[in-house]
């Protein structure tokens, strides 16, 4: 049963561009979502969250959005710039308890 | 602020053998998670210390599988004896507890297990 689903094990962008990143979720109870980016032999790096109450929270370059209504999440990279090229981890929990992870977007930005 | 250090970063034992993970969580931070990612699929829960205290250890796989937070501090996660499928990387987050519901948790480097 896997309650958080990252359909793109990959994806590819031009240096410069908006990078798109998604993530689909079953569980209505979770109330708070994050993303995190995995270098390989590191472990995960917070990158932004944002909770159930909010539709939209902004960082730098990153922007996550939620439709609460769709159960979906996504992450927006502008602009994507060749060190963003990593494994991107779509998370949710439960009162900020244990996360539930998606299966990770391999992200390649080419310069 | 030193981040969140696991020991050692890479094992390989053979099945049958006893094999112990460490975990040094960010200072004050009373969440201590354990996850496993095996195979490069998803990163899974194991369980949950809020200092001492299992919190949660609904993801623990069975039995052969001991965590413990003497003090609530440093964390160790015992698999005895190993299996095969126990290998994979094994993650250790920390998180404060704050007033609200939520506290981002933070990752170590991992433990890389390969049982043999």
């Known amino acids: 049963d896997q309650q958080v689903k990252q359909n793109s094990p990959s994806l590819s962008v031009q240096e410069g561009r908006i990078s798109i990143l998604n993530c689909d979720y079953t569980n209505s109870m979770f109330d708070y979502f994050l993303w995190y980016k995995k270098y390989p032999a590191e472990g995960p790096t917070f990158l932004i969250s944002?909770?159930?109450?909010?539709d939209k929270n902004e960082d730098g370059r990153f922007t996550v959005f939620l439709n609460k209504s769709a159960k979906h999440l996504s992450l927006h990279i502008v602009p994507s710039q060749p060190g963003d090229s990593a494994v991107y981890f779509c998370a949710a929990s439960v009162h900020g308890n244990k996360l539930v992870f998606g299966a990770g977007t391999i992200l390649r930005v080419k310069s | 602020e030193a981040g969140v250090t696991q020991f050692p970063s890479h094992s390989v034992i053979e099945k049958g053998q006893t094999v112990t993970l460490r975990c040094d969580p960010i200072s004050g931070h009373d969440n201590l998670y354990w996850y496993r990612r095996v195979m490069g699929k998803e990163i899974k829960f194991l369980l949950h210390f809020v200092k001492e205290s299992k919190q949660d250890e609904s993801g623990m796989p069975n039995n052969r599988f001991l965590a413990e937070r003497t003090g609530g501090t440093y964390s160790t996660l015992k698999v005895q004896p190993a299996e095969l499928e126990d290998s994979g990387v094994y993650f250790c987050?920390?998180?404060?507890?704050?007033?609200?519901?939520?506290?981002?948790?933070?990752f170590g480097p991992g433990t890389r297990l390969t049982v043999l």
């Open positions: 944002i909770s159930s109450i909010k």
């Open positions: 987050a920390s998180s404060q507890v704050l007033a609200g519901p939520v506290g981002t948790q933070y």
